[in-house]
């Protein structure tokens, strides 16, 4: 009898492999014929279930932004507060911290192998940070699109600056001042608008 196989978990077992495999050569470097061969699958797999690099790149940041995010909402449970929801985040970042960085690697050498037109109108990207922006909301309970942008960007920079400056920025101290800043933020524009007439 023949074996039965589900597409969609082979699928997405070929994109958690392709991740480690970017990391070690680069998205620019690398080619189809050698993440087949770092899969240990044939060249014609590969293209039945990615039809281009570029492709198995989108896919592959899909599927990590719904991992990312479950990750985080599971790491969030039993936190009652701002701070303490905004503090576990810190720890899942410091926790999983090369990770994240060799994710930020990747999409910097993918931004520098493609044309920057192309990458700003990428529909796959503007899924990933609506869905990001999103779910900072939802994770921190508030309704603020330009705060949650803000702290996308200060959890950017903050592993960029991990990457060049390791031992001189601390991630637990960064999430603890980013608590308070936002905590202040939200209480000043809540009295802001009481004040409104």
Request: charged share 25%; net charge negative.
């Amino acid at each position: 009898m023949p074996k039965i196989v589900d597409h969609e978990q082979y699928r997405r077992e070929l994109l958690d492999k392709c991740f480690d495999l970017f990391a070690q050569k680069g998205y620019g470097s690398i080619t189809m014929r050698q993440i087949a061969e770092g899969l240990g699958v044939s060249t014609g797999t590969l293209y039945h279930y990615f039809p281009s690099k570029k492709a198995l790149y989108e896919q592959l940041v899909e599927e990590i932004h719904k991992q990312d995010l479950l990750k985080v909402a599971a790491e969030l449970e039993g936190t009652q507060t701002l701070q303490e929801r905004i503090e576990a985040c810190g720890r899942f970042l410091k926790k999983n911290e090369d990770y994240f960085i060799k994710q930020t690697l990747i999409m910097i050498d993918f931004c520098q192998s493609n044309d920057a037109q192309e990458i700003k109108g990428n529909a796959v990207f503007k899924r990933t940070i609506d869905g990001t922006l999103q779910a900072i909301c939802d994770f921190f309970c508030f309704e603020d699109r330009a705060l949650a942008a803000f702290i996308m960007a200060h959890i950017d920079g903050l592993l960029l600056q991990r990457i060049w400056v390791k031992e001189e920025v601390s991630i637990s101290e960064q999430f603890e001042i980013l608590g308070q800043m936002i905590a202040m933020y939200l209480e000043n524009k809540k009295l802001l608008n009481e004040s409104k007439p």
